[in-house]
């Protein structure tokens, strides 16, 4: 079953513009991480933010966690073209397994 | 470092046929994850191997789906016999176990049941 769910399931902005993205998750976790997928490619790792983190930075990239809402977003800021693809939270669960599940995803379209 | 390999990159069989996808994990990697994706989803995780041990198979189809990590290494992943609903993109993940918690994730494997 899909831990993770995010929203909006589509965006579309123009170059330039910041992108955010919510993931909803249901159980406890060690770490939540943000993936992305070009078209017809694999999955790519962005970020990571760990249970005990409220905000993480990297280049352009912002995740924040709040734990008591079971909740993270990504902001993707001055966006480009070449950040056209769909992006995946992923929810590493609690317990020691190492268990990775991913939300639905969502469609992110930057035009030019 | 050398990715994730898997291979074939796309295969078409007809329903009611069996194939396999093959894995090869980063080298020293020793969690293994074979994920199903099907058209505008998230990936589905199918099993997740430590090693050759099997940590979660819950959402795999026993009845037709079969894996095997021999010798902790490489992966493969069967079906037999295969449903025109199997149709989607197979994606074979490694990470570290215990170390950093990011998966690698290789190209996928397109599967179409016609």
């Known amino acids: 079953s899909q831990q993770g769910e995010e929203d909006p399931q589509a965006l579309s902005i123009q170059e330039g513009e910041n992108a955010t993205m919510n993931c909803s998750y249901k159980t406890s976790i060690n770490n939540l991480q943000w993936y992305r997928q070009n078209s017809g490619r694999g999955l790519v790792h962005l970020i990571l933010?760990?249970?005990?983190?409220r905000e993480k930075h990297s280049g352009r990239l912002r995740v924040t966690l709040d734990t008591s809402k079971k909740s993270s977003s990504l902001l993707i800021t001055a966006s480009r073209a070449a950040d056209t693809a769909s992006y995946f939270c992923?929810?590493?669960?609690?317990?020691?397994?190492?268990?990775?599940?991913f939300g639905k995803g969502m469609k992110l379209t930057v035009n030019p | 470092e050398a990715g994730v390999a898997q291979s074939p990159r796309y295969k078409i069989i007809e329903k009611r046929q069996s194939v396999a996808f093959w894995c090869n994990p980063i080298?020293?990697?020793?969690?293994l994850y074979w994920y199903q994706q099907i058209l505008g989803q998230g990936p589905k995780l199918l099993i997740q191997?430590?090693?050759?041990?099997?940590?979660?198979d819950s959402q795999l189809p026993k009845d037709r789906f079969s894996a095997e990590r021999l010798k902790g290494v490489d992966s493969t992943l069967k079906i037999q016999p295969a449903k025109l609903e199997d149709s989607a993109v197979y994606l074979c993940a490694s990470k570290r176990t215990g170390g950093a918690p990011e998966a690698f994730f290789g190209q996928g494997t397109r599967l179409t049941v016609v």
């Open positions: 933010i760990r249970s005990n983190e």
């Open positions: 992923a929810t590493d669960l609690q317990g020691g397994s190492e268990k990775l599940v």
């Open positions: 080298s020293g990697h020793a969690t």
């Open positions: 191997f430590q090693n050759n041990g099997v940590v979660d």
